[in-house]
């Protein structure tokens, strides 16, 4: 798919889902470089890096967008032309499209082993990482009900609906402001994530984190759903998540809105929920606790406090 089209899809959030924006952006990458029309390398370059800032502009909040594009963007060091550079970028963009695929999967059979036969989950938004949890515990033949909220503004909820239906799981659809009617009924809360920061909170749709106060006061547990890339190495540095705020138009009515000038309308798309409200993370490579966050950075991710000496040359302008 052409570039400035594959960037328009994830900013109009026709592509949507942290995940997926991922794997979008990097096959944008893949068709961009394979379609350049040139030989010469230092335009070639110019030319992937200008592809790869646009994507990383669509969408501010999702860390999977960027830590995909620059796993994608790495392969280019050292590539002497552009047949090379084509080929690298090819190859980077398959392997973490098809490990984005691998780490949905095994996410599902690890978070399907916290689910109990009779269990009553309650998730929201549309999460691929959290779907593929209950959706595997159900082929595993365990007795599920999910309840799944509507997700206004712009009504993820059908979509999560849509899969559990399709799947045969008894699901109830509730309003967002019904959860806490319902949290008694609920034994576990899965929720995906768009990032997750270095002390281990979690940026999701907006809404999780009332719904993970919810959970905390009534002691139901909070899992949640998410791949290694949406953890977000910078906020070692202190670099805070930016939360989206879109077009107040998906609120409300913008004819409404103009007979109401003393009226603002806020529009976030994500919240940040604490750690401390949230017992497990479900990753590839393990459920682990928010506290074990700075780890999977520093181990799996291999951004240590030396790689950003490292990156940003904070080394030489210590010894200045
Ligand atoms: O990657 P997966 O698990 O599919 O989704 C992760 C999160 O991405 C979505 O954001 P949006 O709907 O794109 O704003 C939701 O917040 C969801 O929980």
């Not at 594959?6 to 942290?18: D, F, K, L, Y």
């Not at 080929?87 to 689910?115: C, N, P, T």
């Not at 989950?121 to 595997?136: F, K, V």
């Not at 890339?229 to 930016?242: D, N, S």
Request: aromatic share 4%; net charge negative; with cysteine.
């Amino acid at each position: 798919m052409l570039l400035n089209e594959t960037a328009e899809q994830i900013r109009s959030m026709e592509i949507r889902g942290a995940g997926r924006i991922a794997r979008s952006a990097v096959a944008a990458l893949r068709d961009h470089a394979a379609g350049l029309d040139t030989s010469d390398t230092a335009s070639f370059l110019r030319s992937m890096k200008e592809a790869a800032d646009l994507l990383v502009a669509t969408r501010p909040t999702a860390v999977s967008l960027p830590n995909a594009v620059q796993a994608v963007m790495r392969s280019l060091e050292g590539v002497k032309g552009v047949e090379e550079g084509r080929a690298a970028i090819k190859a980077a963009s398959d392997s973490f499209i098809l490990s984005s695929r691998h780490a949905v999967e095994w996410i599902g059979e690890i978070g399907a082993r916290h689910i109990s036969d009779g269990d009553v989950i309650l998730t929201h938004c549309n999460s691929e990482a959290a779907l593929s949890c209950i959706l595997t515990a159900h082929r595993e033949g365990k007795a599920i009900e999910v309840f799944a909220t509507e997700v206004r503004p712009r009504n993820q909820g059908l979509l999560t609906i849509q899969a559990l239906n399709d799947a045969g799981i008894p699901t109830n659809f509730i309003v967002d402001s019904a959860v806490r009617s319902y949290i008694n009924d609920v034994d576990l809360v899965i929720t995906g994530a768009d990032a997750i920061t270095v002390n281990g909170a979690v940026v999701n749709k907006i809404g999780t984190a009332q719904i993970a106060l919810t959970a905390h006061e009534a002691r139901t547990p909070m899992l949640v759903a998410a791949e290694t890339y949406k953890f977000a190495p910078r906020t070692i540095l202190g670099e805070r998540i930016a939360i989206e705020e879109r077009e107040t138009a998906e609120v409300l009515d913008p004819a409404i809105a103009a007979g109401l000038p003393h009226v603002r309308v806020r529009n976030p798309a994500f919240d940040v929920t604490p750690g401390r409200y949230v017992d497990l993370i479900v990753t590839e490579i393990g459920a682990i606790p928010p506290a074990m966050a700075y780890m999977i950075i520093r181990d799996h991710l291999g951004w240590g406090i030396g790689e950003f000496h490292k990156a940003f040359e904070i080394d030489e302008r210590i010894q200045e």
